[in-house]
């Protein structure tokens, strides 16, 4: 009898050996995950964190709760910062935007996108030049003359933030042309749509959520995009003109490209497993309907990168914004 | 005429019971939200808004919009019975709502600060209902330059007030507008006094200060008067609540007015918290009881509690139809519109009729079943002044200590909040006010903002504060509201000399 008692012994040791390297090899969550946004509440960044939550938890895409925290101080400087000390803790993910450069180059935080994981390039938000519907240009030639026959610095440009994407997209457009803009940084980006409709500033560059009820209302006019090539979104927004129809800036002889990072990275030191586990489930997140229709009222550019690709495109970026903020001078003393 | 018989329509959807339950869920939720300090209406609702992707948009937003005006009402509790506001608005009403808590009338204080509530909120939805688009077009007319005239005009209308020399109420200020300082600066993006230190990133959120500097401090006082908790003696039962309805019609002046000023701030949106301390402000030099302010006097609860409600309600207006939150709370509730695919905005009105007066026709129900809900425990609330110290205390500070931390989830934040009592301690101690200091910590970094968005935008001319008729009307307004003492002075003095 021993012997037998001994292999069963042995077989369940064996067992559960096996199970224990199928679970490492399929790593999962055990606690609940931070999500955490490096912005305040109901800013871009946060409604896409918001909607990702709602969907993993409507569609139980994970056994775990997801739980989204807001880190926006210092311009989201202290998201980063608590990801970056998180060493070696895979319940952590952030969301990012294009402060993942421009914080640290503005601000001198001792950060770096290099300090984090790199998980998922989930969208690329679009910037699109408006106008009050008002004023008489209806194109970005109109604009670009009236512009240059204002005095310099008597046109003024509203933005989100300061030496953040808004100014630097400003300050190509101003060496494109070569005049001066005074540009007017607000907290939040429906805020300076707004004060588009109301015309406290002459224009901006607003992302297409943030301004498409005003363009719906018939408040507010489009006059490029500042993308290689048009959005791809064909549906009749306003007086039968779609997201489509809007040219590029480069094609109307405005020369700049700008497109902004909505991309998921890591703690550091995340294994390999880990990060395949957050790349695969946000595989499933975009699969969802309500997903593709988040993309579609927003407009996004739904380029999807991964693994060294991404990290290749993030690296490029950086050097990019590391130029276009030195031309600026929007670089830290420190820097 | 449409508008009510839409309006009509949309009881007829908030009245579904499955409505109908959520709606009593929300507030029972908004109370809890609002009584713990720190956690806060935009929390709540931030934390809650994933839970409601599975709900038809209508019900979603009944519920959130309940845990709001739930937590507007559970604000009002703990400033009252304990001078710690659990929400930023709640600042004002602990003025003269602690000082009658401690005279042994909690009940009258809740009772007034409740029923003021509901009927800011009910002023503002009826404006909601019937001028709309017109109210909202208004908000337009409000660039950098009348927005820091606002902030200038609730400043103004608060300096002065207290009884103390006037250096000790500007050194009081200053320290506001120092601390309101730190952190990031929006218009040039640099870090300012954070010394490297990586939890300062933030500056100073106004909760931590106000938790610490009221609740600790407080504690710290009662302790040193020997653990006696003032207005023990409360008498509790519901009668108190009738008694104190019959008062109430004898200010009305103050109630319209504070529901005006309510309603304006919501709109143009300045928020909730300008609101009820300009509210407060205003009816302290208007009332004729003013000098008696900051002692117990029913009028002090009434006004800011009108105004911080009617703003906060009105405040979902500029949401709706503009797509800019007039308040945090709004703003939260603006990203779940968008993820229930509502884009708000001028066609909301046309094209989501039945999801608009809905939730209108919710804000008439939610705050009607908030009142009752809230009255109906006013004895419960004010029988836990009847709790010895010894054991209200130790709660308290917990209570203090996870609402310091769940502002931004940092152990950092309840040591600041500890500091923060010492400091209120001791600024008690030598007599100087509070309310500066904490008017320029919640107001001082926008009004800093705006005051440079405005020279930015006008290449560094003053001129700009005086540039329309709108901004020129607020700039004066808050001008004869900072002189107004010399400027009563010098009347009488022309009187006796004419005389």
Known sequence: ?335 | MEELANLFHGFAVALQPYNIMLMIIGITLGVIIGVLPGLGGANGVAILLPLTFSMPPTSAIIMLSCIYWGALFGGAITSILFNIPGEPWSVATTFDGYPMAQQGKPGEALTAAFTSSFVGALFAVIMITLVAPLVAGFALRFGPAEKFAVYFLAFCSFVGLSKEPPFKTIAAMMMGFALAAVGLDSITGQLRLTFGVTELLNGFDFLIAVIGLFGIGEILLTMEEGLAFRGGNATINLRVVLQTWRELPAYWMTSLRSCLIGCWMGVTPAGATPASFMSYGIAKRLARRGNNFGKGEIEGVIAPETAAHAAGTSALLPMLSLGVPGSPTAAVLLGGLLIWGLQPGPMLFVEQKEFVWGLIASMYLGNLAGLLVVLTCVPIFAAILRVPFGIIAPLILVLCAIGAYSVHNSTFDVMLMLVFGVLGYLLKKCNYPLAPLVLAIVLGDKAEEAFRQSLLGSQGSLGVFFSNGLVSTIMALGLVALFWSAIQEGYSRLRTAMA
Request: charged residues 20%; proline residues 6%.
């Open chain 1, 1 to 335: 009898m021993k012997p037998f008692v001994l292999n069963v012994a042995l077989a369940a040791i064996v067992m559960s050996c096996a199970n224990g390297t199928a679970s490492r090899a399929a790593w999962e969550p055990v606690r609940p995950v931070e999500f955490i946004v490096p912005a305040g509440t109901g800013g871009g960044a946060d409604q896409m964190a918001r909607t990702i939550q709602g969907i993993v938890t409507k569609h139980n895409l994970m056994k775990q709760p997801l739980v989204v925290i807001n880190k926006a101080g210092g311009a989201g400087g202290e998201g980063f910062l608590d990801v970056k000390t998180s060493s070696g803790n895979p319940h952590k993910i952030i969301i990012t935007l294009s402060n993942l450069f421009t914080t640290p180059l503005a601000t001198g935080i001792p950060f770096n996108w290099k300090d984090l994981t790199p998980v998922a390039m989930l969208a690329l938000d679009e910037f699109v030049l408006w106008v009050n519907a008002e004023k008489p240009y209806s194109s970005v030639k109109d604009y670009v003359d009236a512009v240059k026959k204002a005095p310099s610095g008597s046109f003024k440009m509203g933005g989100t933030g300061s030496k953040q994407e808004d100014q630097i997209i400003t300050v190509g457009i101003e060496k494109a042309i070569g005049t001066k803009f005074t540009y007017i940084p607000y907290k939040g980006g429906g805020e300076v749509a707004v004060q588009l409709v109301g015309n406290h500033v002459d224009s901006t560059v607003n992302n297409p959520i943030e301004a498409v009820a005003q363009w719906r209302g018939g408040k507010l006019r489009p006059l490029c995009v500042f993308d290689a090539q048009p959005m791809a979104y064909d549906e009749p927004i306003a007086d039968g003109k779609a997201w489509k129809d809007i040219p590029t800036c480069k094609s109307q002889g405005l020369a700049m490209e700008y497109l902004m990072l909505r991309g998921i990275f890591m703690s550091p030191k995340a294994t390999k497993d880990q990060v395949e586990y957050y790349v695969e489930l946000f595989k499933k997140v975009r699969a969802t309907p309500e997903w593709q229709e988040f993309m579609k009222n927003g407009a996004f550019n739904t380029t999807f990168l991964t693994g060294a690709d991404y990290a290749k495109w993030v690296e490029a970026e950086e050097k990019r914004h590391e130029g276009l903020m030195k031309e600026a001078g929007f670089l830290a003393s420190g820097n």
